[in-house]
């Protein structure tokens, strides 16, 4: 049996791993089979976690990268590896993919914001997201503090803050966030119960009666 050679340089490596990616998600494409359960594919996205920050550079430039419609099925393979490069910079945790893997989240790239909250750059940068006059930033931002796992008592009240955004969509993903987030806070859930009976929206509402009866075990 023939071995392939790998690189022990984390670029080289990351580059290679990329190409891994890339073929599993255009035979996942062709398959129409499921991917991320896929030993596999598994294995290739922990390695390339495992790199460290010596493979950041790669990945910033590869996330950076424009891509297809997701309609097509070359945009439906780039979109999976950018999926699979966010959770890595994610897992990797360095500064440097803070203000690309925002982008990215605006960009409808799904696992950029849960990747921010992997860290603590990234869990600033998304607080500090609460406050861009863009409600698709703000948005984006609440999506992913949803997923945090420090720093849980500052998320909290953010989450709280963020049910009296000024805008609708914000308020409806804020409500999701709290329902993900799971933390039966006495505060939040008051917040929730307030939002069920003042909130214009019905959406918001919904989301907020949902994500009350969950936390408040009604």
């Known amino acids: 049996m023939i071995f392939a050679r790998r690189s022990k340089n984390p670029a080289e490596r990351c580059a290679e791993l ?16 499921g991917l991320t359960n896929m030993p596999k594919h598994t294995r290739t996205l922990d390695e390339l976690k495992g790199l460290g920050p010596g493979a950041v550079p790669t990945l910033l430039e590869a996330l950076s990268e424009p891509r297809a419609n997701p309609e097509t099925p070359e945009g439906y393979v780039q979109d999976g590896v950018a999926n699979d490069i966010a959770d890595a910079l994610g897992a990797i945790g360095d500064a440097r993919a803070v203000v690309p893997l925002m982008a990215a989240g605006k960009d409808n790239i799904v696992s950029a914001p849960r990747a921010l909250a992997a860290f603590h750059d990234g869990i600033n940068a998304l607080i500090a997201g609460l406050d861009d006059p863009d409600q698709a930033i703000r948005a984006t931002s609440i999506r992913g503090l949803a997923f945090a796992t420090a720093d849980r008592h500052r998320i909290l009240e953010v989450i709280t803050r963020t049910l009296s955004d000024g805008s609708a969509w914000v308020r409806q993903t804020a409500a999701q966030a709290a329902l993900i987030f ?22 918001v509402r919904k989301m907020a009666e949902n994500a009350h009866w969950k936390l408040a075990g009604r």
């Not at 990616?21 to 398959?31: A, D, G, K, V």
């Open 182 to 203: 799971e933390v039966a806070d006495p505060t939040l859930v008051a917040e929730l119960g307030r939002v069920i009976r003042e909130d214009p929206d019905d959406k």
């Open 18 to 33: 990329l190409s891994d990616l890339r073929r599993q998600h255009e035979e996942n494409r062709i398959r129409d089979v």
